[in-house]
């Protein structure tokens, strides 16, 4: 099979510049994938016979054999698809980070400004991991190279296209557990195994898990976990993992959304060896001339252990677990409580906030109304968030219908 074929494998706001700024933050995919799929029930079910034939095994067994997987090293290349239905990403990130005051000295080499991009379009990266302290991704295009480079308690990110780098010493090391899958900043996944563990942070009974098949990725074995909500509602069709029948390593992760077409997310190693990546893959010395952007130990232990702002997951995004539920499971619907702050009225647009992120915001708006009054619903094909003209946000992986009739409940 194909290795990227999805069908086959598959705090509070005190102004309207913040309000604006965190409903822009939940279109991220790399934080959508943390809370939409951290639902996960067991429902116990065997492989079918399939191509390649391998013996059957259960649910429950697989998901055993993904957190038992003691891989150490890896290397190869991971092509990334993501599909939101909204605008390029890639020129929007410094827009939102001098909106943001400049975050991490304003360096394009930090993180946080170049995986952005990966929230639209296609990518091929170049991962690397060797045990728990040494890592590499590589954004890879056809005029230049992102990496960033993780060796003990170094970090290092470098933009060719620029020739800028970011540095950050930690005096933490690593989480070890599923390293091999954390070769950036935790909290920003990019390879298969990254995104699997996310969706299976959890389990409760509002979602099937089956195994359905085989398939070949990377010319590797492997099972098709798949990943169902049982709730209505729900913007999700289902989640599929390709799990290496040897290693237990997922190999492809492909998110479905309930209304059909293209994958909202499709990620899958299109070559992988489980062999010690070479020594020199996680040294980087800045050349002469390079432009080198220094982190603060604070800053640093931040950015490395829990992952750029913003693209942490949705808790994080709505200011710790400070934020309301409405619902549960793959209907929960986490709303940001905004006392004093107003929505977005048509007279104060582009007050504050840069043109291109204005523009994005408006690309995928609709105005609402409803018995909690109205407001803007920004879509995308996977994140809804209603933002009240109250300042109020909700904001969850449901349709915009769901969505209105949460404010509508809470305004009784």
Do not use: C
């Amino acid at each position: 099979m194909a290795p990227n074929d999805s069908a086959e494998t598959t705090g509070s706001a005190t102004s309207t510049t913040a309000a604006r700024r965190k409903a822009a933050r939940y279109v991220v995919p790399v934080a959508v994938a943390g809370v939409a799929a951290a639902t996960i029930g067991l429902v116990p079910a065997l492989a079918d016979s399939g191509d390649p034939q391998l013996p059957k095994i259960s649910a429950q067994q697989l998901i055993e054999k993904i957190a038992a997987s003691d891989t150490q090293q890896l290397s190869g290349t991971v092509r990334v698809s993501t599909d939101l239905g909204i605008p390029s990403l890639g020129g929007l990130a410094e827009s939102f980070a001098q909106g943001a005051g400049g975050e991490q000295g304003g360096s394009s080499a930090a993180p946080q400004e170049r995986l952005t991009e990966l929230a639209s379009g296609t990518h091929t990266l170049r991962v690397a991991a060797d045990g728990p302290d040494k890592q590499r991704v590589s954004l890879l295009d056809s005029a230049a190279e992102y990496s960033v480079i993780r060796n003990g308690d170094q970090l290092w990110a470098y933009d060719s296209r620029s020739d800028e780098a970011y540095h950050a010493t930690t005096d933490k090391a690593p989480d070890a557990e599923k390293h091999e899958g954390r070769t950036t900043p935790e909290g920003v996944p990019t390879t298969p195994r990254a995104l699997a563990e996310q969706a299976l942070k959890a389990a409760d009974p509002t979602t099937s898990v089956t195994v359905d098949g085989t398939a070949q990725v990377a010319g590797r074995d492997a099972y098709k976990l798949v990943i169902k909500p049982k709730q209505g509602g729900s913007t999700i069709g289902a989640i599929t993992v390709a799990v290496d029948a040897k290693t237990g390593v997922p190999l492809k992760f492909t998110l479905s959304p309930s209304g059909g077409g293209k994958a909202v997310i499709d990620a899958g190693f299109t070559s992988v060896d489980f062999a010690r990546p070479a020594a020199s893959s996680f040294t980087f010395t800045p050349s002469k001339g390079t432009k080198v952007t220094e982190a603060d130990e604070a800053k640093a232990e931040k950015n490395v252990e829990q992952g750029p702002e913003g693209l942490t997951g949705l808790d994080g995004l709505a200011g710790g677990g400070g934020a309301k539920v409405i619902g549960e499971g793959w209907g929960a619907i986490h709303v940001i409580e905004s006392p004093g702050a107003k929505g977005l009225p048509v007279e104060e647009k582009n007050a504050d906030v840069p043109p291109a992120a204005q523009q994005f915001l408006d690309s995928f708006g609709d105005k609402v109304t409803g018995k909690f009054g109205s407001g803007t619903v920004f879509k995308t094909r996977l994140v809804n968030a209603l933002m009240t003209d109250d300042g109020e946000v909700y904001v969850g992986a449901v349709t915009k219908d769901a969505l209105v009739k949460a404010a509508d409940s809470a305004a009784h």
